[in-house]
């Protein structure tokens, strides 16, 4: 039986497409509050955290009896903050976490989000044993375009690994017999705690940098990351007009 995981759900209150994105609350609840309750159907979870440097959104989870951890706000990444929360977890532990600990970053505008999907996400790092994280890929629908620039696309080794991952259309199809088309990358994630508090001690590289893309970091230092191959149907909501649509989802 795998070990029960710990999700943490990042959660900023500034947000230049929409600002105070996590308490928007059109449906009756935060929209923070929908994307907890959808990660506590996972089998695979059996701790849930919100991590926040914003009092308000810290507020809205301890009202609907949520577990909050107050992070800095001058982390340059949501690994980073995560990386925060393990820290402040192995205080409160009083010690190291168990070695077998899987924490699993969700975002925090994922309300919809297949809990099927975060149980792929742990099962698949913890059968695997070389990786210290891993994340989740998906075919692209037919609606969509890969050489869209907004759709992060990924390729993988044949040991099940990330090759690369990049906003621009990977690889190059020189002979058009022989295309392969890359994978959609939909961004979550899972790690190792050690792993997590060592990604934080390691330099900013040129490929991270240039696509802004924080998984290249581990990538170019030379750790592996593990790809689990799943459907994702969900999508996240990064503008007011994608609540919207969830609103009358919803409603």
Known sequence: MPPQAIAVIPARYDSKRFPGKPLADKTGKPLIQHVVEQVQKANRVGRIIVATDDERIANAVRNFGGDVIMTRNDHPNGTSRIAEVVEKLIEENGGPLPTDTIIANVQGDEPEIEPTVIDELIDGLAN????????????????????????????????????????????????????????????????????????????????????????????EHGYPIAVIKTVVKHHGIDTPGQYEDFVRRMT
């Not at 990330?162 to 939909?186: E, N, Q, W």
């Open 128 to 219: 695997d044993p070389v990786a210290p994280m891993a994340t989740l890929a998906s075919d692209f629908a037919e609606n969509e375009d890969p050489a869209n620039p907004n759709i992060v696309k990924l390729i993988v080794n044949q040991k099940g690994h990330a090759m690369y991952f990049s906003r621009s259309m990977i690889p190059y199809a020189r002979v058009g017999k022989d295309a392969v088309t890359p994978l959609k990358h939909p961004g979550l994630y899972a790690y190792r705690p050690d792993f997590l508090l060592e990604y934080v001690t390691l330099e900013a590289t040129p490929c991270e940098k240039s696509e802004r893309l924080e998984q290249l970091r581990a990538l």
